[in-house]
């Protein structure tokens, strides 16, 4: 069966970086693409940018240009999102997806990395 | 970026009741729009897409519909298990948005 297992939890200060990772199973992991969507307490889903496992393309939201990066390790089955730069409004539940159907639809999803930005 | 609005924000009914959501999109998407269900402290769950196509294992009470701007999910039935916020989100084009979400809670 699918699965993505995000890594755990992080604390970090105003002005670091965290990196997340996504490890998936249960299918071919080059076969579909991964999004990254991020949930700050109490609000609502922000999508904040896609990546092919295939030929590493990516699309990024705007507000989020300059200060994220993603990639994948297709040995390990892994997909990573970096964020840097981190503010306290960065403060949120960072999930990883499986971008199905050219990438815009996503159906399986990891249980979330909680990461509190906080001096 | 293309604003996906939802209404209303939150709902309040009983196990058996019909329940409808509203999803508009600021420009038109043609069919281009997925529905999301999240329940609290857990990972969104996928439930349509292509604004009317139930993805596998989805229950029939769930059914979506609209095309262009105007979206909406119903829910025929209202079960217990339901009880959770629903977001909309258009796939027309890069970057991808969500509504703001809608609360669905017990009367």
């Known amino acids: 069966q699918v699965q993505l297992v995000q890594s755990g939890a992080e604390v970090k200060k105003p002005g670091a970086s965290v990196k997340v990772s996504c490890k998936a199973s249960g299918y071919t992991f080059t076969t579909y693409g991964f999004t990254w969507v991020r949930q700050a307490p109490g609000q609502g889903l922000e999508w904040m940018g896609w990546?092919?496992?295939?030929?590493?393309?990516?699309n990024f939201a705007q507000k989020l240009q300059g200060r994220v990066t993603m990639t994948t390790d297709t040995s390990t089955s892994t997909a990573y999102m970096e964020l840097s730069s981190l503010r306290s409004d960065d403060t949120a539940v960072y999930y990883c997806?499986?971008?199905?159907?050219?990438?815009?639809?996503?159906?399986?999803w990891g249980q979330g990395t909680l990461v509190t930005v906080s001096s | 970026d293309i604003q996906m609005t939802q209404s209303p924000s939150s709902v309040s009914a009983s196990v058996g009741d019909r329940v409808t959501i509203t999803c508009r999109a600021s420009?038109?998407?043609?069919?281009?729009l997925a529905w999301y269900q999240q329940k609290p402290g857990k990972a969104p769950k996928f439930l349509i897409y292509?604004?009317?196509t139930l993805q596998s294992g989805v229950p029939s009470r769930f059914s979506g519909s609209g095309f262009g701007t105007d979206f909406t999910l119903t829910i025929s039935s209202l079960q217990p298990e339901d009880f959770a916020t629903y977001y909309c989100q258009q796939a027309n084009s890069f970057p991808l948005t969500f509504g703001g979400g809608t609360k669905v809670e017990i009367k």
């Open positions: 292509s604004a009317s």
């Open positions: 990546i092919s496992t295939y030929t590493g393309d990516t």
């Open positions: 997806a499986r971008a199905i159907r050219g990438g815009v639809n996503f159906d399986y």
């Open positions: 420009q038109g998407i043609s069919g281009w």
